[in-house]
């Protein structure tokens, strides 16, 4: 029997090379962040004079650039320190994967050449590991380290502001942090704030134009020659424009709509396969957040499901009544419910919205679902 890789392998394909369709492939260029990039290096240009940078925040939805920005920019200082007698480190951390403190500073110094185990210390002994570091010039010069804490909120909203207190209080260390949350700092205490006087950088949605733009330059790079109808790409950029400007959704069209063409044989990318590509990537992400929920948020979602499909005002008192009754004796308290719907706004299911009720009625939390109700329902009571 022939290797069924080797048979995979020689099928017909559109693609040239699919990298360049993946959110985390760097290019030469950043078609419409050159502003924000140029405002990085202005606070960072300082490394190059030996003088520790001012600590960066970058704000910004899912999928507007921000990581790619930070990493772009990281590249071009690392190519200007070459050229100079300057000997600055920029390392990049991502929170989803790190998630407390101990973690970070342990990952650091395995970077940094200290060999640090990610667990058994305390937290004390690996600080001190980490700060020692800088107590040492290598060559003669001092080290200067510029830390990238993509997706912050997630670490701070898990194990405090620990990590912040303890980088802004190492000496030429500087912190460049990524969120796609403006209140992120409302998990960072007064105490911390004090020492970490950050310059916010803002980035806002792509429009369709700037989308396009994008693609176009991304096409080039993974798609053979006249393998794409014109409506293509407008579409994939009009779509993702309405997902609020997100990149890494248009890039998702476009990558799944090239899969669709190779399965059907067409040999070229349709408008109708992206329209196929938008069904398939909602299901497949929705559908695999759901089945991996815990328990009780799975009922919260069937609580809510309920709700809207009987066009109820969804206020967190009446998600919960609904949510009690379908956990029938085994139903988490009021107060947790608030974290569970915290946690579905950040996973884009839900959105919440705050509004006043009048004078001396307060104000209420109304919840709704973000996403296909007939998927939603199908999945739920899959499970």
């Not at 507007?64 to 920005?69: C, D, I, N, V």
């Not at 380290?145 to 620990?162: A, F, Q, T, Y």
């Not at 205490?189 to 806002?204: A, L, N, T, W």
């Not at 014109?230 to 890494?248: N, Y």
Request: glycine letters at 6%; hydrophobic letters at 40%; charged letters at 30%.
């Amino acid at each position: 029997m022939a290797n069924i890789f080797d048979e995979i392998g020689n099928e017909e394909t559109i693609f040239k090379d699919k990298k360049p369709l993946d959110h985390r492939f760097l290019p030469e260029k950043l078609p419409h962040r050159n502003d924000q990039i140029t405002q990085i290096a202005k606070y960072w240009i300082e490394a190059l004079n030996n003088v520790t940078p001012s600590d960066v925040t970058l704000y910004g939805k899912t999928g507007t650039g921000k990581t790619a920005a930070a990493k772009f920019a990281k590249e071009q200082l690392l190519e200007a320190a070459a050229n100079k007698n300057v000997f600055i480190r920029v390392e990049y951390i991502r929170c989803t994967d790190y998630t407390t403190e101990y973690q970070v500073i342990a990952q650091l110094c395995q970077k940094l050449g200290r060999d640090v185990p990610h667990r058994g210390w305390t937290k004390a002994e690996v600080v001190n590991t980490f700060r020692d570091i800088f107590k040492k010039n290598v060559f003669g010069k001092k080290l200067i380290l510029i830390v990238i804490l993509d997706e912050i909120d997630i670490l701070l909203e898990k194990d405090g502001d620990g990590i912040l207190y303890t980088l802004s209080r190492t000496e030429n260390v500087s912190i460049l942090s990524i969120s796609n949350y403006v209140d992120f700092k409302k998990f960072i205490k007064p105490r911390v704030i004090s020492s970490f006087r950050d310059k916010e950088i803002v980035f806002p949605p792509y429009g369709a134009d700037q989308l396009a733009d994008i693609l176009t330059a991304r096409t080039a790079l993974s798609f053979k020659e006249n393998t794409i109808d014109t409506d293509v790409i407008p579409l994939c950029s009009a779509m993702a424009a309405k997902e609020e400007g997100d990149a890494r959704y248009a890039l998702d069209l476009l990558r799944t709509a090239g899969e669709i063409a190779d399965e059907e044989g067409t040999g070229i990318v349709r408008g109708e396969f992206v329209r196929r590509a938008k069904d398939r990537i909602e299901h497949n992400k929705i559908t695999d957040i759901i089945l991996t929920l815990p328990t009780q948020q799975q009922r919260v979602l069937e609580a809510l499901l309920k709700l809207t499909q009987q066009k109820e005002e969804i206020t967190s008192g009446k998600l919960y009544d609904t949510y009690t009754e379908i956990s029938a004796g085994d139903a988490v308290t009021y107060r947790r419910i608030f974290d569970f719907i915290n946690e579905l706004e950040m996973l884009g299911i839900i959105s919440t919205n705050t509004i006043s009720r009048g004078r001396g009625k307060g104000r209420t939390n109304i919840i709704q679902l973000q996403c296909d109700l007939e998927l939603l329902e199908n999945t739920i009571y899959s499970i």
